[in-house]
């Protein structure tokens, strides 16, 4: 089925740990994102690529770095992971005119 | 800067009752609306969306929402719930000419009880 595939679907990492998250659509979008979900907060876009070739920020960047490596593929770094970064991580595409996003399954990520 | 506010964090009610779920937004500039739900341990799923036209937008199971500009609201409606529409539910909106990110609220968990 199309759609957006995320992985791994959970991790536990220790503090200072370093792992990527790793999102692929299939539905020829131009422009994917990732947020990260927690209680009461509803979601928080960390970046975006608007498309290929180019990312931006979003409200909370820091601690986390990302790559669009081609059109289907962008993930997610976290290079030196910390308790404050356990949550549930979406990534999402969308043909960038307003219609909507596709969301993958989510990583649910704990930093013990 | 768009953001939006759904003012009920909780909202428990019995099978076949209406329900309202209460949603705000705040933009200088035109928006697109969108209502998404998310079952437990899944993503999210579009719901419904205001692009433009009519202000009363359908879902195909039965949920509905209006588009009110001189109100900033977008409100969710059903007239009779069901035990599966137990779900978390997210008001989100887009501003023309954002590179269409999306701004999401905090949620409204929906509990329908027997």
């Known amino acids: 089925n199309a759609g957006v595939t995320q992985t791994p679907k959970f991790q536990v990492l220790k503090t200072g740990q370093s792992m990527t998250l790793q999102c692929a659509q299939d539905m020829n979008h131009n422009s994917m994102y990732w947020y990260r979900q927690d209680p009461g907060m509803g979601l928080r876009l960390i970046y975006y690529?608007?498309?290929?070739?180019?990312?931006d920020k979003g409200e909370v960047p820091n601690g986390y770095n990302v790559s669009r490596l081609n059109k289907r593929e962008f993930s997610l770094r976290l290079e030196s992971a910390a308790p404050s970064q356990t949550s549930v991580y979406f990534c999402a595409s969308s043909d960038g005119q307003g219609y909507g996003y596709t969301f993958g399954s989510g990583t649910r990520l704990t930093v013990v | 800067a768009q953001s939006v506010t759904q003012l009920d964090s909780q909202v428990p009610v019995f099978e076949e009752a209406p329900v309202e779920l209460r949603c705000n937004y705040s933009?200088?500039?035109?928006?697109?609306l969108f209502w998404y739900v998310q079952y437990p341990n899944q993503g999210l799923q579009l719901l419904l969306k205001y692009l433009s036209g009519s202000t009363l937008v359908e879902s195909i199971n039965g949920f509905e929402a209006e588009f009110n500009k001189s109100q900033t609201s977008f409100h969710l409606r059903k007239p009779s719930v069901h035990i599966s529409d137990t779900a978390e539910y997210f008001c989100?909106?887009?501003?023309?000419?954002?590179?269409?990110?999306?701004?999401f609220g905090s949620g409204t968990q929906l509990t329908v009880l027997p």
């Open positions: 989100a909106v887009s501003e023309f000419g954002s590179a269409r990110q999306l701004t």
């Open positions: 933009s200088s500039v035109s928006v697109y």
């Open positions: 690529s608007a498309s290929e070739g180019t990312t």
